[in-house]
């Protein structure tokens, strides 16, 4: 391919982008199936079904641009989703059932300040014995991968065209290469450690697995 293709390709992407982030973010209310829409593209196709897996990976790459681009718009619905799968629900009218947690790192990786304010509430179920210990485990397992993603919102994944994925550059927040939930929610990190001296051995496995991620984190937090 010649970089006149390359250059079609990012004048296609940054109008498709911005069409549908001002049709977002005109909209009166964000449905469950518009919502499942740009959530189900964040995924892999053999995750949910919910697209081409011949596209070559430029799904999930415009539906983690929209979520930058509209994330004013989309954030209460995102927030009000990840609230209810976490408290083991399926929202109505929702297709987005299973790998909850995939679907959740997901959204970090694209927005991590959206993951913000849904953070206590998600830290605070570590300590919820209704849960049982493998749903405690489960979510330990989540916030300690959230918390050792190191600036992933900012890298381009590899596949299709470099140009194209130079494009996405402009959805791309000044976030990049900062680990945010990890320095804006500094108690993330005391609610897994807790987790090392937790009464389930279940629990504490999982803590323990993510002890060596969590330090190389820390390493990065502190520069």
Request: aromatic share 4%.
């Amino acid at each position: 391919r010649g970089v006149r293709d390359d250059g079609y390709v990012v004048r296609v992407w940054d109008a498709l982008l911005g069409i549908v982030s001002s049709l977002v973010g005109e909209a009166d209310y964000i449905s469950q199936g518009l919502l499942d829409m740009v959530l189900g593209h964040l995924a892999p196709s053999s995750m949910f079904g919910s697209h081409d897996s011949r596209d070559g990976g430029m799904a999930s790459l415009f539906a983690k641009a929209l979520l930058r681009e509209s994330r004013e718009a989309l954030q209460p619905s995102v927030q009000r989703f990840i609230r209810q799968v976490m408290d083991g629900e399926t929202p109505a009218g929702s297709d987005l059932v299973g790998n909850a947690s995939q679907l959740i790192l997901l959204v970090h990786e694209a927005s991590p300040q959206m993951m913000l304010p849904v953070m206590p509430s998600i830290v605070s179920s570590l300590e919820d014995g209704r849960l049982g210990d493998a749903r405690r485990a489960e979510i330990l397992d989540l916030l300690s991968s959230m918390f050792c993603e190191s600036g992933n919102a900012g890298q381009m994944p590899a596949g299709g065209s470099n140009m194209a994925l130079r494009g996405l550059s402009s959805g791309v927040s000044e976030d990049d290469g900062v680990n945010i939930i990890a320095t804006e929610y500094p108690e993330l990190l005391d609610g897994i450690l807790q987790r090392l001296k937790d009464q389930s051995a279940q629990v504490r496995k999982v803590a323990f697995k993510h002890v060596h991620g969590i330090v190389d984190s820390l390493t990065g937090v502190a520069e």
